[in-house]
């Protein structure tokens, strides 16, 4: 069965940096796009960057670009997120999700970033 | 950016009753909608997209409409494991995004 383990959250100070990992398995990962979307503490969810298969073609939502990268190993069934300059609000959990069509059909339990001094 | 309001914020209902979800997108989405079912402490999960496809494995009880701006989310006798927060989703076509709303929740009466 589809299988997607985020890792990386932590404590961190504004301005800090961390760098999200999600291991895939259970499904081809190199015949799938890929997202990251993040909860906040009030439950809102929000997408945050979605690569190709090949990572040649990523977007950001307007609220992370210039912040935030994404970027995937095929190799490793692996996607990972940069997140740089943190800020209070930036703390949420933090899942990956695997995308099919215009959707997200399999979401990971999430890794939780917090945001402060 | 499309926006999507979701009504109501919280619905109180007793096991066996029908639920009823609204969706509004701001601008016209066509049939291009997606629910999702969060239970407490778990993980979002897809139920419907395509405005009314079910998922894999998604019971017969729930059922999606709608199109244009208005979609509908009905859970026609809820069940004890039911009780959690829905939401919709859609993706806008250029630039590509994706937006969520804000979420109903659905909690025993």
């Known amino acids: 069965q589809v299988q997607l383990v985020e890792s990386g959250g932590d404590l961190v100070t504004p301005g800090g940096s961390l760098r999200l990992s999600c291991a895939a398995s259970?499904?081809?990962?190199?015949?799938?796009?890929m997202s990251w979307i993040r909860q906040t503490p009030g439950k809102r969810l929000e997408w945050l960057a979605y690569i190709s298969t090949s990572g040649n073609t990523i977007y950001y939502a307007d609220s992370v670009k210039g912040r935030f990268t994404i970027s995937r190993d095929n190799a490793k069934s692996s996607v990972f997120l940069q997140i740089n300059s943190l800020s209070a609000d930036d703390s949420a959990v933090y899942y990956c999700?695997?995308?099919?069509?215009?959707?997200?059909?399999?979401w990971g339990q999430g890794t939780l970033v917090t945001v402060s001094s | 950016e499309i926006v999507l309001t979701q009504s109501p914020a919280t619905l109180s209902l007793s096991p066996g009753e029908r639920a009823t979800l609204s969706c509004r997108a701001s601008?016209?989405?066509?049939?291009?909608l997606a629910w999702y079912q969060q239970i407490p402490g778990q993980t979002p999960r897809l139920l419907i997209y395509d405005a009314s496809k079910r998922a894999t494995g998604i019971p017969a009880r729930f059922s999606g409409s709608g199109s244009g701006t208005d979609f509908t989310l009905t859970i026609s006798s809820l069940e004890p494991e039911d009780f959690a927060v829905y939401y919709c989703q859609q993706r806008s076509e250029w630039p590509p995004s994706w937006t969520f709303g804000q979420g109903t929740k659905v909690e025993i009466k």
């Open positions: 601008q016209s989405i066509s049939t291009y």
């Open positions: 259970g499904f081809t990962f190199t015949d799938y796009y």
């Open positions: 999700a695997k995308n099919v069509l215009r959707y997200f059909d399999s």
